[in-house]
């Protein structure tokens, strides 16, 4: 018997806030829209001038209590970028796949760039997002759903999908504010060693290469580069640190946001700044950003996320099940509103 295939997929939390405050929720809201324009023809958002871009929710359902459903984007008639796995050639060709013609359906496929899905309970959401559509077009999406097309909210009302951080983690920095946050990832990566090389310029097998490996070597690389090397006067005293040259990947370059320790008394805007600006750096990775709070005590990015990896079976056609995905997306949603890891 075939082992089932499954992927992993990142799921993560948002919060609908509502500016000011409305009755109904977000749920209600868009379950209303999607109730009054139910094809999705019907709420086909364009997005350029000649409406051949197109955004929408291309299907939902109810999973529980909750609306879940997918949003995708497509361009008609536009072409996917191909490339020719030819193992013999000197170069690869890029070309463009067009989307098929009509089948006896009479239905025109498009290619899709990615899908971000979502579960909307009340005004909690969960999505898995894409490299190419993001909850931020989910946002921008149902603002224009619930405004422009359905009129279910009047135009000055705000609405965002808030990435918040752990109820826990906010709540520490409520009791202890945060007193300096350091930011920093590793300056070097590691160089590929080159192949030995014989007198005669032939490359040396494998098997009559030395048995002991060759040391490691590394080099700078990423905006932290960019940032030193503004800080020499010329290029060459920069070129003179030999940072090429280095054979320990170990260094790490760490940046902090402090208040100055001559200062004895801090400003009432400064402390707030310094607790938002810490929860706002959710999304820099957990191993890359620490809050150290007045207490003494530590913060780290892991623990300023709300998100978990789901294993997802993926069908025949290499996308995820979706009704099992939405499954586990709702299970979890309500594992982080009962076990009070968000605000109920």
Known sequence: MARKMTAEKVVGYRRCVLMPHQEQTLQQLVTAALVEKPKPSDRYQPLNMLSTEIRCIGAYKTVGQSLCGYLTSFERGAPQPVIGDDA????????????????????QQQYVPGVVYFVIHRNHVAVVQSASVRATAL????????????????????????????????EKIR????????LGQPLMVEVAPLPVVAADGRHVEAKAQPKKPPQKKFRPQGPILDFLRSYFADSNGFERLGLNEVYDGNIEFWIEIRFPKRKRSKAEDAIRLMDTLGVALRDIEGDQVTLKLADGKKVTGKELKISANLDVPILDNRLPDENILWSEMVGWLFLQIENGVVDS
Request: no cysteine.
């Open 175 to 182: 009791l202890s504010h945060v007193k300096s946050i350091a």
């Open 88 to 107: 013999n050639a000197a170069a690869l060709r890029l070309g463009a796949l067009f989307p098929p013609r009509p089948g006896k359906s009479g239905v």
């Open 139 to 170: 946002e921008a999406h149902l603002n224009w759903l619930l405004k422009e097309r359905t009129n279910q909210l009047a135009a000055m009302v705000g609405m965002v999908l808030s990435d918040e951080a752990q109820k826990a983690t906010k």
